[in-house]
């Protein structure tokens, strides 16, 4: 492991960036070299940069990343961590632990706590460090605290990162950090931008497998609508349960009761039980989040927020989690599903939220 420090940041590498693109890293990003595209038949590495690297979602996330389970089994990759200053000396240990795995796809590791390098040439990105929400604090509050972090973190994806980059929002309120992030990030699509909801839909999923006693595998095409809270929607529609609706399995009480209540305060519930938030859950989210938009969903309905292009009514712009299909690494909201009395009503619940929060972040806009 090397500690160097540069321009008052620090950065942590064991396998830096090789060749020209990494004398370009920032001061302190040594040289060491990095496994050329070829071997055994693998692809070039990809640039993958993780925000919060040291916290918990992080350090289960990067397991997920360096075994292939998000990009595929042949593709390697590179880790670009960003950690803030005092958690700096936490990430020296998780990539301590990373080395020490001695993972066949990991051809590069950087921890740092400047964006800039962690996004240098980033071919994807998860916004997963925020600050935790706490005891005493509201929705507002929360938004009010995490938007400057996403602010500058925008920035640095619009001057570093590569321009085809995919970025997920997995820190809280992700839905208006990504709306945030992206609106600071102006020479990057907006479409490139996401928010997880993908933790909502497997949560939905897996009390839909609960109930019916089959394996998760078995539930397909639930989907969510709107923000990364308590008024999101699970919409079980068009859902299907080994092959049969599920609104032909599950009666409308169950579905509009115990069920969309159980979704929307698990993670409540999580935090009562275990003394702490979601973490393996999210990150195992997050994973799926980026396979699908990755490697393609194959077919299967999946949840992703994205800022919206006027879908189903939805304001323009708005981070809002649609149903959509993953091909040939694009998103593609599905647009033409029928909208009931009850899914409007929650669909319109979500909007009025979310836009209440892009007004109390409107001057991080740049509007």
Known sequence: MILREGNNRKVLSSHPIAGERGRHMGRGAEKIAVTAAGDNGKKKPIRVAV???????G????????????????????LQLLEIPPGMQRLDGVIMELKDSAFSLVHGIV????????????????????????KDMDRADLVAANGPIFVGQGRAIDEMASPDVKVITVGNPCNTNALIASA??????????????????????????EHAGVPASKICDVFIWGNHANTMYPDPRFATVDGKMATEIFDREWLQGPFLDTVATRGKAIIVARGA????????????????????????IVSMALPSEGWYGVPEG?????????????????????????????????????????????ELLGN
């Open 277 to 300: 938030s979601s973490a393996a859950s999210a990150a195992s989210a997050a994973t799926d989040h980026m396979r699908d938009w990755w490697q393609g969903s194959n077919g299967r």
């Open 184 to 209: 600071n990030a102006p020479s990057i699509p907006s479409r490139q931008f996401s928010a997880m909801t993908r933790l909502d839909q497997n949560r939905a999923v897996g009390q839909m497998a």
């Open 111 to 134: 921890g740092t706590d400047d964006p800039n390098i962690a996004f240098k040439d980033a071919d994807a990105i998860f916004l997963v460090g925020s600050r935790p929400r706490t």
């Open 59 to 78: 350090y289960a996330l990067l397991w997920r990343i360096a075994s292939g389970d998000c990009f595929g089994t042949n593709q390697p990759v590179i």
């Open 318 to 362: 708005l981070v809002f989690s649609f149903p959509c299909r993953c091909e040939n690494g694009d998103v593609i909201v599905v647009e033409d599903l029928p909208v009931d009395s009850f899914a409007q009503s929650k669909i319109d619940e979500n909007v009025a939220v979310l836009l209440e929060e892009r007004d109390a972040v409107s």
């Open 51 to 57: 925000t919060g690297a040291a916290g918990n979602i």
